[in-house]
């Protein structure tokens, strides 16, 4: 088992005494972790011991995890759907959680086509913030001197809704930004942001944008770190800066804010920090941004950025190519490991390449199951599981689990989705690299696709623009079902970094789509091959912007522009419509790809 222990940089010592208990915590409760564990258990069991939920199960009082794991079942969220709308419906009788729910967050994943909602209690709250308290200590091993300077961070809120019974229901981000932990939170040299709370806190997303971008623009020398909650995120911040950078000049050459920011707050605030013309900046940024080169657009305009805060794991990954050229290869760090569910754990090692992140599970934040997985017997696995569920402290490097979680909220038990696989041990807390959601997005026939062989698929056939320099942008897929047989449909948008250069040719476009055919699972080929019951895939190439069209459209039917990703399969047919509506060129795969009847081993 390989174990690591000591968070000391080899350079690097922390010398702040608020960092070095944060660091003695963190090796705390590494050290610690299956008694840490055993005590969260056994105070949720206590804290929730009369719920009505827990009640069903007989436990009598024990808080032992045999007796809990022996009665309490394994759910997912239909489980426990109808509980949490007798909640959201104005029931106030301590049904999950003996604590009164304080609000509702809601998940990214949806139910029915709804969102989830999850039930939070306000304590929980403090246990977030403290999450958040451990990040810096952290990343001050690896990158000194962030005191020294400020944050340029795009953070934002979405409208918040209200249940029947009045209880709030917004995103977690939403929740936190507009928490008194975060608008009175002491002054932090280590943690000042460009943009005021003001900006961060408007719905309007446009005046919310605009305002920070325009703020870190004044403030270009101080920042130090640039980033997002999503690599998408920070690449749209820098989409927004292409298309209003002349309106920006225009407003630093003027000392005034676009008359097109009406939010008061925001101008009133605005008023101090843009208080004198700077022509001389807005003569810079319009030398910068008015050429077709944007290749270290990041570095240039922030020359003092040390390195990129984004989610790149996951389906965030496809990102990093187009973070690359716009910061110029600035180091891009993931920090932290959270849910609407719960907040799970931080990078110990923040700095590390993207690929190679891996998350610690704090295990003070609640309990935690895993579910051993094996995508070879996805398709056969049982449910409620059959297999026994391993604790946080008993699982092996190598393997990967389904992450289930038992929240001081009320979760019991609950699957999140989360395929993980552990890379190594710190002290005796597991790290894990965050593979995929657990779910099946394209299906014709008897073929199942996920998101991440449907990834890999087009990383493997992208590589072939290379020669052209264009990269895949974004892209989604569609199971096009309206002919027979029915077939992939993956829909692209290319990023050229010369605007000059020779497009990809029909036959290179074709031939990706035969590379993303082989590099998909077996029982998709042999579909093709030997049931004839899927046709060719079928490539389409979009319109430059057009995801951020079906971006604007999720946040316009109340998607939250903090956790927002771009679906990797789309269904719902205004969204295929539009896309289809800006589809430049198609392309088929011209033949059939390799399968045989051998099993590999």
Not at 196 to 205: G, K, R, V
Request: net charge negative; charged share 25%.
């Amino acid at each position: 088992m390989a174990v690591e222990s000591s968070i000391q940089s080899p350079a690097i010592n922390p010398t702040d005494d608020k960092f070095a208990k944060a660091l003695q915590f963190i090796e705390e409760m590494t050290k610690n972790c299956d008694e840490v564990q055993e005590t969260v258990l056994s105070e949720i069991l206590s804290q929730n011991s009369d719920t009505e939920y827990l009640r069903r199960f007989s436990l009598g009082g024990a808080t032992d995890r045999e007796t809990f794991k022996t009665r309490v079942p394994v759910v997912k969220y239909e489980d426990l759907q109808p509980e949490i709308l007798r909640i959201a419906n104005g029931d106030r009788s301590p049904i999950l959680s003996s604590r009164p729910i304080s609000e509702f967050l809601t998940s990214s994943g949806t139910s029915a086509g709804e969102r989830k909602l999850m039930p939070t209690i306000s304590d929980e709250m403090d246990r977030r913030q403290k999450l958040y308290s451990l990040l810096m200590p952290v990343m001050n091993l690896y990158v000194p001197d962030l005191d020294k300077g400020k944050g340029l961070y795009f953070l934002f809120i979405k409208a918040e809704t209200k249940t029947p019974s009045g209880l709030v229901a917004r995103p977690v981000l939403t929740s936190y930004y507009k928490s008194e932990q975060f608008k009175t939170r002491p002054y932090d040299p280590y943690n000042v942001y460009t943009s005021p709370d003001e900006a961060i806190l408007c719905c309007d997303s446009y005046q919310s944008m605009y305002s920070q971008m325009l703020c870190g623009l004044v403030m270009r020398h101080e920042v130090l770190r640039v980033g997002a909650v999503f690599a998408s995120g920070l690449l749209r911040a820098i989409r927004f800066l292409e298309v209003n950078w002349r309106h920006l000049a225009h407003d630093i050459a003027s000392g005034a804010l676009n008359q097109r920011i009406t939010d008061r707050s925001i101008r009133d605030r605005m008023a101090e920090i843009l208080c004198r013309p700077d022509p001389a900046l807005a003569e810079f940024i319009t030398k910068e941004c008015e050429g077709e080169n944007w290749d270290g657009i990041i570095k240039r305009i922030w020359p003092n950025t040390k390195y990129l805060d984004v989610i790149v794991t996951g389906a965030m990954a496809q990102y990093i190519p187009l973070l690359d050229f716009y910061s110029g290869g600035l180091p891009q760090a993931c920090t932290m490991y959270a849910s609407s569910e719960c907040y799970f754990g931080l990078n110990l090692r923040p700095m590390t390449k993207p690929e190679d992140v891996s998350y610690t599970i704090m295990p003070n934040m609640g309990y935690f199951e895993f579910i051993p997985h094996d995508d070879e017997d996805e398709e056969k696995s049982s449910y409620p599981p059959r297999q026994q569920l391993v604790e946080l402290a008993d699982v092996e490097v190598g393997k990967e689990y389904e992450l289930v979680v038992t929240t001081y909220s009320g979760l019991s038990r609950y699957r999140v989705g989360d395929i993980l696989r552990v890379t190594r041990f710190y002290n005796s807390a597991p790290e894990f690299k965050f593979i995929r959601r657990k779910n099946v997005l394209l299906s014709i026939d008897a073929d199942k696709t996920d998101e991440s062989e449907l990834q890999k698929a087009v990383e493997n056939a992208a590589v072939l623009l290379g020669e052209f320099g264009a990269s895949v942008v974004e892209y989604t897929s569609f199971a096009d079902t309206g002919s027979i047989p029915g077939h992939y449909v993956i829909y692209w948008e290319l990023f050229v970094k010369d605007p000059d250069s020779i497009a990809p040719t029909r036959e290179i476009m074709e031939e990706c789509c035969l590379i993303m055919e082989e590099s998909m699972n077996s029982v998709y080929r042999q579909c093709r091959v030997a049931d004839n019951s899927v046709g060719p895939l079928e490539i389409r190439v979009v319109e430059k912007g057009t995801f951020e069209e079906v971006m604007d459209y999720a946040i316009s039917r109340g998607a939250s522009i903090n956790q927002y990703k771009a679906p990797r399969c789309v269904s719902f047919t205004p969204i295929v419509e539009l896309l289809d509506s800006r589809v430049l060129s198609a392309h088929f795969s011209p033949a059939a790809p390799r399968w045989t009847p051998d099993r590999r081993i």
